[in-house]
């Protein structure tokens, strides 16, 4: 009888104890439902400010007085529920991987790598690869041998796939692309800086002839984004709960009902609280 007594306080405690284990584990599956519904809501609230600020920036491009050019240079936003910083470039400001001169693109792997060797074969691998297969995405330049993770990140706002044409806009391009061109001097450099943005301005011939020689020019066409019809807008937002969200977006401007398209969304829209 006592054996009996036994067996059935050992079978009533294993069913208590796998009744905390269900409990348990019922409540963290309930707990990690909560955190995937909150993250969801905060994910959401996330696109949507990024999304508010993609359309003030937009509108920023367009508007008559003061409007925003595409060189790179960062703007700051205040918006419903988050602080704003953004950069819109230009692709036809960018020196094209596969497209561009060569002997701008070796030039500028030799200045972004600080050391000329290194940035020859960097330009001698680059070459070959874009003669075999042209590159899809910028992200493929890391995989160069010899390349290095901060020498990519040099090259990163300098460079694109998307200027087929190979041919750069001075008056968008940013200052460390430009340096890069052969024969074009320091203060030639800073003369083109502080003047470009001049009405009817145009670059001495001495150094039109030099920017011409690997394909830099100037669009013909008005407006703030020149001739440039793809643009590259960098967010990175502070939300009002603390969190923070980025994203860079590829975009085609057009002249129908809706003024751009997103071509594409190219980081997460949110980064979390």
Do not use: C
């Not at 997103?262 to 979390?272: K, L, N, Q, T, Y």
Request: hydrophobic residues 45%.
């Amino acid at each position: 009888m006592t054996n009996q007594r036994g067996i059935a306080l050992v079978i009533v405690l294993w069913g208590v104890a796998l009744l905390s284990l269900l409990a348990a584990a019922l409540a963290a599956s309930s707990g990690m439902a909560a955190k995937r519904s909150l993250n969801m809501v905060e994910a959401a609230q996330a696109r949507a400010r990024l999304d508010e600020a993609l359309a003030a920036a937009m509108l920023a491009l367009g508007r008559a007085e003061h409007p925003w050019v595409p060189d790179g240079r960062r703007h700051r936003l205040v918006l419903d529920g988050a602080d704003a910083e953004i950069r819109v470039t230009a692709e036809s400001g960018r020196a094209d991987l596969n497209h561009t001169a060569p002997e701008l693109l070796r030039s500028l792997l030799e200045r972004a790598a600080s050391d000329g060797e290194a940035g020859d074969r960097l330009a001698g691998l680059l070459a070959t690869r874009a003669a075999q297969r042209p590159l899809v995405t910028v992200t493929e330049l890391a995989g160069l041998p010899g390349m290095t993770v901060p020498l990519f990140r040099r090259l990163l706002p300098l460079v694109t796939v998307h200027n087929p044409d190979g041919k750069i806009d001075w008056r968008l391009a940013d200052p460390a692309l430009l340096a890069a061109i052969p024969g074009l001097h320091d203060d030639q450099l800073a003369a083109l800086m502080a003047r470009r943005s001049e009405s009817g301005y145009s670059p001495e011939p001495s150094m039109l002839e030099a920017m011409n020689h690997v394909g830099v020019g100037s669009s013909s066409e008005q407006g703030a984004a020149g001739g440039s019809k793809l643009l590259s807008v960098h967010m990175s937002l502070s939300l009002a709960g603390g969190g923070r969200a980025s994203a860079e977006i590829l975009i085609r401007l057009s002249a129908d009902r809706d003024p751009f398209h997103i071509v594409e969304w190219r980081s997460p829209a949110g980064d979390g609280a």
